[in-house]
């Protein structure tokens, strides 16, 4: 019996999952740190990451790659809490 070979999604951490989510709603690298409380240059790291474990090597694509594995949707949006604290990351600059 063959085993079946995991999708590349299934290796995200829940940390990277919700960085390639929000990537792929359009946010910034210095949104996502806002909105996860983590600096900008961590994110990019863990976005780099995803990008590598999900085989795509433009950002383009990442949002393409988390659409199609079901890490996001096109009906996703930002939930409220993460819209206050892009609202209140946006005040700190």
Request: aromatic residues 0%; glycine residues 4%; charged residues 30%.
């Amino acid at each position: 019996m063959k085993k079946r070979k995991k999708p590349p999604a299934a290796s995200l951490t829940p940390r990277l999952r919700q960085v390639v989510r929000l990537a792929s709603l359009g946010c910034t690298l210095r949104d996502i740190g806002a909105i996860l409380d983590i600096s900008p240059n961590t994110v990019d790291n863990h976005r780099t990451r995803a990008m590598r474990i999900l085989g795509v090597d433009r950002t383009a694509l990442l949002t393409r790659a988390a659409i199609k594995q079901r890490v996001s949707s096109l009906n996703d949006e930002l939930t409220s809490s993460e819209k206050r604290k892009l609202h209140r990351g946006s005040k700190r600059k």
